[in-house]
């Protein structure tokens, strides 16, 4: 609310009441599947980019990807993957004699952006609670103060987003509640690249040394 008192011959004050419910949180502007959103920095520890000849690649295990951080293994999940933004466009119908021509050059884009995204991929690096992941973006924008808006009624149930904010533009852009993603990445992945990461340190650290007693019992092999 807006309380405006003027007094002639001296001047205007203006008193604007903001609810305690307003936030302004720090965002990181990402953009994937060719739409903004916001993550909150406080969830971000890192930016990487990752490259498949580089320190920072990412490799598969089982069929989940893992970044390689620092001869680390995080589980990594992809942004348009997750909120399924491959196929959101129906395709549109065209002529016979034109279809040929045209997968030709979607062949041609496909390949333009296949050769694109393994030269180079950013990787949002996330920890929420003591679960760290990465998201994987198409580009990384900027920093930015935002007021977050809260979820329609109708979208609460949608819960890989905790609000909204627009943008200094105008436009709307969705806020990716990290906790979400978390849930989505799920325990299995992060169990499986911490008991590879726990496996690498084991073979690069010298072990304890502890005094054991060799016996053989029912058979040759020693145990």
Same mark, same amino acid.
């Given at each position: 609310?807006?309380? =405006? ?16 419910? =307003? ?5 990181? @502007? ?6 903004? $959103? ?26 989940? #990807? ?10 990594? @999940? ?20 034109? #279809? ?7 062949? !041609?884009? !496909? ?20 679960? #760290? ?7 990384? $924008?900027?920093? #930015? ?15 890989? $987003? ?62």
């Amino acid at each position: 609310s807006i309380d =405006l008192h003027s007094v002639e011959g001296q001047g205007t004050s203006v008193k604007i009441k903001i609810p305690l419910t =307003l936030a302004i949180i720090p965002a990181l @502007i990402i953009e994937a599947g060719g739409e903004r $959103f916001a993550i909150p920095q406080l969830a971000v520890t890192e930016l990487v980019r990752a490259h498949p000849a580089g320190p920072n690649s990412i490799e598969k295990i089982k069929d989940a #990807e893992v970044l390689r951080l620092r001869e680390a293994l995080l589980p990594v @999940i992809r942004l348009t993957n997750l909120l399924k933004m491959a196929g959101r466009k129906a395709p549109e119908q065209v002529p016979e004699e034109d #279809e040929q021509g045209q997968e030709q050059e979607q062949s !041609q884009e !496909q390949g333009k952006n296949h050769s694109r995204s393994a030269e180079s991929t950013f990787v949002v690096v996330t920890r929420v609670g003591s679960q #760290e992941f990465g998201i994987i973006v198409d580009e990384v $924008f900027h920093t #930015e103060e935002i007021v977050v808006k809260p979820m329609s009624g109708m979208l609460k149930g949608v819960g890989i $987003f905790s609000g909204n904010t627009i943008m200094g533009d105008g436009s709307v852009i969705l806020i990716v509640d990290p906790n979400g993603v978390a849930q989505a990445v799920g325990p299995s992945g992060s169990e499986d690249a911490a008991s590879k990461n726990e496996e690498q340190k084991d073979e690069g650290q010298e072990r304890e040394v502890n005094s054991l007693l060799l016996f053989e019992a029912g058979s040759n092999d020693p145990k």
